[in-house]
């Protein structure tokens, strides 16, 4: 018996930061581009999923160094300059598409290697004769156990190391020319061309745009041959934040149409001109009535104005196409999807799986499921909206959604279910094997409960090296919170009063000073900055033994402190208009003085030994007691703890044991039950 789950209406506005995985695609080609760069490159926001594990596992079986934290999302790859270590080895690729095709045209790079390269049953049903016999006229061979050529997985793949003028075809699968692109750049001379056409244009445009980020851009030449201008080793980033899953953010962009008119999702690092096609989505969305907002390097989402209706192509961004079906049923008008002929032979008949659970619900669509059983070349579905049948079948009990093993069925109608249709709470679907959205997003339906959230400002007072940042670092991300860090702000004052030569014991030099500056505030990842006269301080400017040996004399000041009163005070409605599911802000007069009425206030401590040790583990020379006994006695905002706070000594606790004890007192606030 598969289990089902029952989707609970949302009765409050859907706000927080969506826990979106990191895109597959953008993962597994940025592991083998950072595995032929020169030096290290740290990829961020990765997807730890089937797929990514066995291109991660094959790498290290080739003797590349790969440090992975799935925690943190983040992996570490060691660029070997397009060497690669193994001479021979054996690989199995499971049923993951993009490695066995990314790693046979890898592996051709190896310079007279051996492989015994194999997949699960699936994987050798599936094509790789274009890319094989491509390889084939540059000397690097497959062939069987028998010592034939070979079409298709298991094979031993022989290689030369050498990249000719290359013809693909890669009609049946763009993936068998996005791995010869990514290993053009390493070969003088080399070149691929299609032999004909491919289907999934955005995927090759997304290999195209990521050679480029990694210092390759790739051209184009008259024929239509592609061709490195620039040819060698990848360049490494460094650093390498890999995007959202856009299809996966589909599911986000549609909740706040369900869920009442104050609703605000945070999509961070959603980018309309990024990598992936599917973003295409978020256009047809807003021409459906959404409000999206771009802003910095995220997306918000606020409640839609309408549910328009229209009349779409979905070709190009076909895997978006059940996420606007199931918000159709609740539209003024019908909404027509087309060209999604080729979604018929994806996990299930898509078209008709959708058409199929539409009626369940008691919403016409055209063509009917049976038309659709009778001619598989139908092509497009209407949807007609009527709340009314909808309203009539949900009065007779949730309705039974069947998901056919298709991972975003259940994810769209999970959404449709979050809408309250009763209007008193009352689950009306229930999504059945909800399980099947592993396939992408394991977590989808934790994610989803994750914005079922109340705003909470949240105080963490404390001495210096007592945790307060980083704790609340971690405890925002986990959380969806924006960060900020007073003490920051300080510094950044103390920066400017030094540079306009400022005195404390000179009042009328320091008000002199600030009237002349102008703060702002800009987001970075979970972390709202302080900018004075449009400008972050850096850290090394921050943190410099200058700033440390001034802030706590010019933080002491009323003047000072008055100044930046509202602007701190100011950081919760950028908080909420941000789509944060709450504001975590850290200094030393947090929970008395700027956010007394604050969901929680924490004072952190540690004594003083152990924070001297912090902090000079650090490396950073700064006398944090004399900064301490002057926070601690000054008149104007003393470093207190706070009546009603809750101390927390983390003398002896890790950072991971802190951050889960704040955790725990927020999530009662935070989560509506
Ligand atoms: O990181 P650390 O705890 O050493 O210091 P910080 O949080 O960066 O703060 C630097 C200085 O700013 C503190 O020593 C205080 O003098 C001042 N500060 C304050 O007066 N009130 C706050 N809410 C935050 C910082
Ligand atoms: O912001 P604040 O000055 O209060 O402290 P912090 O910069 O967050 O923490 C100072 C150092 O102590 C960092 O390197 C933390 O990783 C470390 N720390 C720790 O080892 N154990 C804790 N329970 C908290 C912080």
């Keep these: 018996m598969t289990e089902s789950l029952l989707i609970k209406p949302f009765r409050t506005p859907a706000r927080g930061v969506a826990q979106i995985p990191g895109s ?35 790498l ?66 599936r094509p790789m004769s274009g890319l094989l016999n491509s390889l084939a006229s540059s000397q690097t061979f497959a062939y069987t156990a028998e010592g034939k050529p070979a079409q298709a997985f298991p094979f031993i793949l ?39 056409e491919t289907v999934s244009e955005p995927f090759v445009v997304m290999t195209e745009k990521m050679c480029a980020q990694f210092g390759r851009p790739l051209s184009r030449d008259t024929q239509g041959r592609w061709f490195c201008p620039n040819p060698g080793a990848y360049l490494s980033p460094k650093i390498y934040p890999i995007e959202p899953d856009a299809t996966a953010a589909s599911y986000f962009i549609a909740l706040p149409a369900v869920t009442g008119k104050d609703a605000c999702v945070r999509l961070q690092g959603y980018q309309p001109q990024g990598l992936q096609g599917d973003t295409a989505f978020a256009e047809v969305a807003k021409q459906y009535g959404a409000d999206i907002r771009f802003e910095g390097d995220s997306a918000i989402v606020h409640s839609w104005s309408d549910l328009r209706g229209g009349d779409f192509d979905f070709n190009q961004f ?14 003024n008008k019908p909404t027509v999807i087309r060209q999604i002929a080729h979604t018929r032979k994806q996990e299930t008949d898509r078209l008709l799986a959708m058409a199929t659970e539409l009626n369940r619900l008691g919403v016409k669509v055209e063509p009917s499921p049976e038309a659709l059983q009778a001619d598989t070349s139908l092509s497009s579905l209407t949807i007609y909206p009527s709340r009314e049948a909808l309203l009539k079948t949900a009065k007779k009990g949730p309705t039974s959604i069947h998901t056919y ?24 679907i229930k999504i059945e094997d909800p399980s099947c959205t592993g396939k992408t997003f394991p977590r989808f339906f934790e994610a989803l409960e994750a914005l079922r959230s109340r ?112 602007y701190q005070r100011s950081q919760v409605e950028l908080a909420q208009a941000s789509g944060f599911a709450g504001l ?41 007691v004399q900064r301490d006994l002057l926070d601690s006695t000054r008149t104007a905002a003393p470093l207190i703890c706070p009546q ?29 039950s």
Excluded at 587 to 598: E, T, W
Excluded at 650 to 663: F, H, P, R, W, Y
């Design 24 to 58: 597959k695609s953008i993962t597994n080609r940025a592991l083998i581009l950072a595995a032929l760069a020169e030096g290290e490159t740290l990829l961020t926001g990765a997807l730890f999923s089937r797929d990514t594990k066995i291109l991660i596992q094959s």
């Design 60 to 125: 290290r079986t080739l003797g590349f160094k790969i440090l992975d934290d799935e925690v943190a999302g983040t992996i570490r790859v060691q660029g070997m300059a397009g060497n690669i270590p193994a001479k021979e080895g054996s690989l199995h690729v499971g049923n993951a598409g993009t490695a066995a095709r990314f790693l046979t045209a890898f592996l051709a790079l190896s310079h007279q290697g051996k492989y015994a390269m194999d997949g699960d049953v699936a994987m050798r049903a």
């Design 158 to 196: 022989q290689t030369s190391g050498q990249l000719k003028d290359l013809t693909v075809d890669a009609s049946a699968s763009s993936q068998l020319l996005s791995a010869l692109l990514m290993v053009l750049p390493l070969r003088a001379g080399a070149s691929v061309k299609m032999s004909g």
């Design 318 to 331: 076909s895997d978006t196409f059940l996420t606007l079906a199931t918000l159709a049923p609740l539209a």
């Design 405 to 428: 093993e298709d991972h975003r069925m259940a994810m769209s109608f999970g959404i449709l279910g979050s809408y309250d249709l009763l209007g008193d709470g009352t689950p009306w």
């Design 455 to 566: 705003f909470v400002t949240i105080a963490i007072d404390g001495g210096a090296a007592s945790g307060k940042s980083s704790t609340a670092r971690a405890v925002a991300q986990h959380l969806g919170l924006m960060h900020v860090d007073t003490g920051a702000h300080y510094r950044t004052l103390t920066v400017g009063l030094l540079k306009a030569n400022a005195l404390p014991t000179n009042i009328a030099s320091v008000e002199k000073a600030l009237a002349q500056f102008k703060l702002g505030s800009a987001l970075r990842g979970f972390s709202s900055h302080c900018l004075l006269n449009g400008k972050i301080a850096s850290e090394a400017e921050i943190r410099s033994p200058e700033v440390n040996a001034m802030v706590s004399a010019f933080a002491a000041l009323p003047v000072v402190r008055n100044y930046i009163l509202n």
């Design 584 to 624: 975590i802000m850290e200094g030393r007069d947090i929970g008395s003085v700027v956010l007394p009425q604050a969901t929680l206030r924490i004072f952190l401590e540690a004594d003083a030994e152990a924070r001297r040790l912090r902090r000079s583990s650090e490396g950073q020379s700064d006398s944090i």
């Design 644 to 672: 009603g706070a809750v101390r927390i000594d983390n003398t002896k606790l890790s950072l991971a044991e802190v951050v889960q004890e704040i955790e725990g007192l927020i999530a009662p606030a935070l989560h509506v």
